[in-house]
């Protein structure tokens, strides 16, 4: 995952945890799909959601895992920056968040716009 600047459009993410649960509907696809199944534990301003990469797909839910793989626990800005690949994970630590666990899951995280970049380069060939 890029960063796509250098965060100073986050500030739209301050205060807005109930974001957590749209956060992962940016995401089209597993950029593994042949890789094992892998959960990713969000953890923002009190709220919690679940991002479950298999089959090549992204599932999301709110709530908590039982056993993530990996876990992002900071401020929303930070969290939703780094899934969003408005930042990369240096800069979500310097702004506060945590990450513990296998964070070579977040390369598996495909944001919309790759992904459409990725579908017009097959079709132009």
Not at 104 to 110: E, F, G, I, P, V
């Amino acid at each position: 995952m890029k960063p796509s600047g250098d965060g100073a459009n986050l500030a739209v993410f301050d205060g807005a945890a109930q974001w957590l649960a749209y956060a992962p509907a940016w995401f089209t696809t597993d950029d593994e799909p042949d890789a094992p199944p892998a959960v990713i534990q969000l953890v923002a301003s009190g709220e919690s959601a679940v991002i479950e990469l298999r089959n090549g797909r992204v599932h999301t839910r709110l709530g908590r895992a039982t056993d993530p793989d990996l876990v992002l626990d900071g401020p929303p800005r930070a969290v939703l920056g780094l899934l969003g690949g408005l930042i990369d994970l240096e800069r979500a630590g310097r702004l506060g968040m945590s990450a513990t666990g296998r964070r070579d899951l977040l390369t598996r995280l495909c944001p919309v716009a790759q992904d459409r970049a990725h579908a017009e380069d097959d079709v132009l060939g």
